[in-house]
């Protein structure tokens, strides 16, 4: 068997021995958005360190648990925390937890992070849906032998971003008075932040926004045929964009700022895309 489709399904075969739950939709939630949690009826918690083998979060701002419960009835699975590639981890640990959680049930994956703004119009606390990645820059997840119980050789990458999942996260900010800005998120290694000619090139290349997680994820959640959407919260404007230096303190800070209305939109969207799911 393949080493890293082992290494999955033990890990799946770990957390179904301490829960059964079933989610419909997957929840990352990016550096500094692990509050959200809080809006969840929790079934449910499994830290990453009692399942043999997962990758444990070493970041700040991220607690690294999987929250089992309900949104508004929607049963979800929450990722509060995750793994990043300059953690030091494999690229094919970072993507675990994605591949695990369809494992679970989850037909959905809603992905969230905390960026930064390399388009002009754009403010520290906007929140951005995002449309396409650039991937260009990180490794790619699928590298190596594919693992055919989890999807093609060679995947379509046109339409990750789903459209269906995209118009309701517009209506719902629509609805629930969300300023929502939109573009095309590029993910880098990390862990420095990027230099200002890193972001003269980002912003040539089109990205709106810059990070060090999610388009990985995403990579992963459509070879296995996940419908997948993606929100940023705008934490800073990128290197050269200001005066000011780039510090993760910012970041929370950002966070904190867009608390209230992320909370509204992804909880809004969750219901919606649950009810649209069953429909």
Wanted: with cysteine; proline share 5%.
């Amino acid at each position: 068997m393949n080493a890293v489709y082992e290494k999955l399904m033990n890990c799946y075969q770990c957390v179904r021995e301490k829960t059964d739950f079933v989610p419909e939709v997957a929840i990352v939630l990016g550096s500094g958005l692990g509050d959200y949690a809080k809006q969840i009826q929790v079934a449910y918690e499994l830290p990453y360190s009692e399942i043999e083998g997962f990758p444990v979060s070493t970041v700040p701002g991220h607690a690294g648990k999987f929250i089992f419960g309900f949104i508004e009835g929607t049963p979800v699975v929450c990722m509060k925390g995750r793994v990043h590639y300059y953690e030091g981890y494999p690229i094919t640990d970072v993507v675990l937890p994605a591949r695990l959680m369809k494992l679970m049930g989850a037909k959905i994956l809603f992905l969230t992070n905390a960026a930064g703004g390399v388009n002009t119009t754009f403010h520290a606390g906007d929140l951005m849906l995002i449309r396409d990645h650039i991937a260009c820059f990180a490794p790619n997840p699928l590298i190596g032998p594919n693992i055919d119980e989890l999807g093609v050789r060679f995947p379509d990458m046109s339409r990750v971003y789903d459209a269906e999942l995209q118009e309701i996260i517009r209506d719902t900010a629509r609805e629930q008075d969300v300023y929502l800005q939109e573009g095309v998120y590029a993910q880098l290694t990390g862990p420095s932040f990027e230099s200002p000619a890193d972001i003269r090139m980002m912003r040539v290349l089109g990205a709106d926004a810059v990070g060090m997680s999610t388009v990985v994820e995403a990579i992963a959640a459509n070879h296995m045929g996940m419908r997948t959407c993606g929100v940023s919260c705008i934490s800073n404007l990128a290197a050269g964009m200001t005066q000011k230096p780039l510090s993760h303190e910012e970041v929370q800070e950002a966070a904190d700022m867009a608390a209230k209305d992320f909370a509204r939109l992804v909880t809004e969207s969750v219901k919606k895309m649950g009810k649209w799911h069953k429909g």
